[in-house]
């Protein structure tokens, strides 16, 4: 075969990728050869799509990709159909694994040069894996004058519980590349409090590389023993020492007020005060519980 063939080099470029090989798939590309689709932010290429191609290999261990046409398109370029399938076992985007399977479809447009191929451009539907993994794909603007836009994680015990204290944190991740490695010990952490009786909720925000937490706890004491033990107090030695975040704060704070807990009637429609996680309507009697 003439390793300028673009039909050839179609099918060695996605045998490399169907047998899982970075440095395969590289070695089908040209010198200054490069790699785009929905999801990269542009081309990459070399170390760039190396580390591409290994996150969605931890991310689906058995992805494959069902080569279907290739049509020859002049004397450089194809266009090779394909459908991308596997089984999310691994870390998704900091997510952990679903074990769901996927299926997506999608088009490469290849052009080859003397040297080998020059440039790939896929082209997918970009929300079609989230969707299928459970995820929520949301459009929205970075931000909008002094409004800032991201996302939310919020988590509450089965019960309502009135908090002894709230800790506030705010900080701002190095650069772009250190904003999942900074969720994923939020995570973790979030995780580890959850086993602690004192623990009662968490609210965490991000938008672009700034990063927001209130956490809510029983009392200062218990705040005080969590923090200083498990992954919170390895993600505080990133903070000092690994250059994690360009800077950041904490402050607690104690209730001031404490307003009464109200639910509305699903009998009658009147708003009932509640003293505990259960009571009556006080309108009409009916049981009503507070919201969790």
């Known amino acids: ?23 395969a798939v590289l070695a089908t590309l040209a010198p200054g050869g490069r790699y785009e689709d929905p999801l990269t932010g542009g081309p990459i290429a070399g170390d760039a ?25 002049g004397d450089a370029t194809v266009h090779g159909s394909w459908t991308m399938t596997g089984h999310n076992s691994g870390s998704f985007h900091g997510l952990p694994p679903t074990g769901r399977a996927v299926r997506a479809p999608g088009i490469d447009v290849i052009r080859v040069g003397a040297d080998g191929i020059e440039d790939v451009r896929g082209y997918f539907d970009s929300a079609a894996v989230p969707r299928q993994l459970g995820l929520d794909v949301i459009v929205q603007p970075r931000e909008i004058g002094p409004f800032a836009f991201g996302i939310s994680t919020v988590v509450r015990r089965p019960q309502p519980v009135t908090p002894g204290v709230l800790a506030f ?4 991740a190095a650069g772009d590349e250190q904003v999942q490695p900074i969720r ?15 623990f009662l909720g968490f609210t965490g925000a991000i938008a672009g590389r700034r ?82």
């Open 211 to 292: 990063m927001t937490t209130v956490s809510a706890w029983a009392s200062h004491e218990a705040l005080r023993a969590a923090m200083r033990s498990g992954t919170h107090a390895q993600a505080m030695q990133r903070f000092w020492h690994d250059g994690i975040a360009e800077g950041g704060h904490t402050a607690v704070y104690t209730p001031l007020r404490q307003g009464p807990a109200w639910r509305r009637c699903g009998a009658c429609g009147a708003m009932s005060r509640l003293d505990a996680a259960q009571g009556a309507c006080t309108a009409c009697g009916a049981p009503v519980a507070a919201l969790a």
């Open 1 to 23: 075969m003439n390793p300028t063939d673009p039909v050839a080099s179609c099918h060695r470029y996605f045998d490399a990728w169907r047998a899982r090989d970075a440095a």
């Open 49 to 73: 799509l190396r580390g591409y191609m290994q996150g969605l290999w931890a991310a689906f261990p058995d992805l494959d990709f069902e080569l279907g046409e290739v049509h020859r398109v």
């Open 184 to 198: 994923e010990l939020s995570r973790q952490t979030v995780i580890e409090n959850l086993g602690n009786p004192d």
């Open 169 to 172: 944190t705010e900080l701002i």
